[in-house]
């Protein structure tokens, strides 16, 4: 029986740090969506919302749309959505301006701390039946 993929979507405008994510993601078992502003990020979670299972975003994307409106939009698709936040400098806003049940990982971090946030978010969202 074939394994069902985890599609995770990945915001981030530095090309290196989408690589490595990409990389270390694909050798976790999940797929992702790459993109690398806001607004691309934003139609992503438009054109494949049912299927993505986990949205990770910088913060600081680059152009009018946020990491902060990515994870809003990606929440009012699907509540439960979880969301990992990647920062170099916009941390101190995550408690006024970010999703409730979310992770924030400051920069520069490991590509497995990442991984494992989502996991952990992944895991806390699966009730096991009983």
Request: proline share 4%; glycine share 10%.
């Amino acid at each position: 029986m074939e394994k069902t993929s985890i599609l995770v979507l990945i915001a981030e405008d530095e090309a290196e740090i989408r690589s490595i994510l990409e990389i270390a993601f694909e050798d976790g078992g999940f797929d992702v969506v790459l993109v690398a502003t806001g607004e691309e990020a934003l139609e992503a979670l438009d054109a494949q919302g049912e299927a993505l299972r986990a949205v990770v975003t910088d913060i600081n994307l680059g152009g009018d749309a946020s990491g902060w409106d990515v994870a809003r939009h990606a929440r009012e698709l699907k509540a439960d959505m979880p969301v990992v936040y990647m920062t170099g400098s916009e941390g101190k806003d995550w408690a006024s301006l970010g999703v409730p049940n979310s992770i924030l990982i400051s920069k520069p971090f490991a590509p497995s701390q990442v991984l494992t946030a989502v996991s952990q978010l992944l895991n806390a969202g699966s009730t096991p039946a009983g």
